[in-house]
């Protein structure tokens, strides 16, 4: 082993090491998030009535007692293979979802490409509700540009684009509105994130103002302000203000959130069987591409944290920080939007501290 190696290992081991370091989210993330076939988890809170954003600059936020109000999965697909793709001919990517509404079936896709960013040209979606088939039409001219890559703390920018909504319930005729929109967006604070179930990640927060108009009828003029925790795997939460006049910090009144985990960790007890020493397992498979499992057991009750380094001693991810009762566990760990290289796996369970290397490779 080299002297490096060593000495890292030994700093693991003696320290509580975390790196609150600012991330930088890249055109490669995206594209690994996005990769046709990927699929993540969606939840939608919409009884959390208030929630803590955090400072502006270095901050944490915790996000692990979130309501899981409504379960979905989002899957990337060709828009070519969906039946309203031909309606946004520029797209590259379609984030997929089948909804349940009062026992009717609602499919939707949100039609995407990735270019220095990630573009939205818009949405679509279709159903039959009691005996209606319904498809429902958005398109935004110019594509909305909703992130721009490289982005990193005090990235800004700021875009105008037309949304146009065409909703056509057969047999009548399609009716349409149009909306103007201008986004302001700014990355204002960075630090770790907690999601539920304990896991731990570097994070952006982006906060977005928008104004909106619509056209026609006399006209509608509306603000949002919305806040988006980002992090390299694609792992989010959305955070919708309640109250435009809000602060930007603290706890503030909130309608509605968002998580979307892409699969960064899973925790599962093994079996029933109360283990009679501390263990900390060869992480399976290794080397791996892009998810591994690793197991460790614990023979009482105790603060578990499990935390992942990378060749420099850089914390990236904690994958549990709970207590846990004396048992065998498996975590699952996907390591989207990680680059290769050689990583350390540290358990630490009261006064037990064991490390482990695993490679993840491309």
């Excluded at 990630?118 to 279709?126: D, M, T």
């Excluded at 990193?152 to 349409?176: A, C, F």
């Excluded at 731990?200 to 006209?219: C, E, H, I, Q, W």
């Excluded at 935390?307 to 009762?325: C, F, H, I, M, P």
Aim: proline residues 5%; charged residues 10%.
């Amino acid at each position: 082993m080299k002297k490096p190696v060593v000495l890292l290992f030994c700093f693991l081991f003696l320290s509580g090491y975390t790196a609150l370091a600012q991330i930088t989210i890249t055109q490669s993330d995206l594209q690994s998030y996005l990769a046709l076939g990927h699929t993540v988890s969606a939840i939608d809170d919409t009884s959390t009535t208030s929630l803590n954003i955090g400072n502006t600059g270095a901050t944490s936020w915790n996000f692990s007692g979130l309501h899981y109000d409504r379960v979905y999965t989002l899957m990337s697909v060709a828009p070519s293979s969906t039946p309203l793709g031909s309606h946004f001919p520029s797209s590259t990517i379609s984030l997929f979802d089948t909804t349940n509404i009062q026992g009717y079936e609602l499919q939707s896709w949100v039609y995407l490409g990735i270019n220095n960013g990630l573009l939205i040209y818009g949405s679509a979606g279709q159903g039959s509700v009691s005996g209606f088939q319904i498809t429902f039409l958005s398109h935004n001219n110019p594509a909305s540009n909703s992130l721009v890559v490289p982005i990193t703390m005090n990235t800004n920018w700021s875009e105008d684009y037309v949304k146009t909504d065409t909703t056509i319930i057969s047999p009548l005729p399609p009716s349409s509105s149009i909306t103007n929109f201008h986004h302001s967006y700014v990355v204002d604070a960075y630090g770790n994130m907690t999601l539920p179930g304990g896991a731990t990640v570097p994070a952006l927060r982006l906060k977005t103002d928008t104004r909106s108009y619509m056209l026609g009828g006399g006209g509608f003029y509306s603000r949002d302000i919305s806040y988006l925790f980002l992090t390299t795997s694609g792992t989010q939460v959305e955070v919708e203000a309640a109250d435009t006049t809000s602060p930007n910090t603290g706890v503030i009144p909130v309608r509605g959130i968002t998580f979307i985990n892409a699969g960064i960790t899973a925790v599962q007890p093994a079996n029933n069987n109360i283990p009679n020493n501390f263990n900390l397992e060869q992480n399976y498979p290794n080397p791996f591409n892009p998810s591994t499992m690793i197991s460790y057991s614990i023979p009482s009750s105790q603060k578990v944290t499990l935390k992942v380094y990378d060749e420099l001693g850089r914390e990236v991810v904690t994958l549990v920080n709970s207590e846990q009762a004396a048992g065998n566990y498996n975590v699952s760990f996907n390591a989207t939007g990680f680059a290769s290289g050689v990583y350390f796996y540290k358990l630490q369970a009261g006064s037990f501290i064991q490390i482990k290397k695993m490679i993840l490779m491309k």
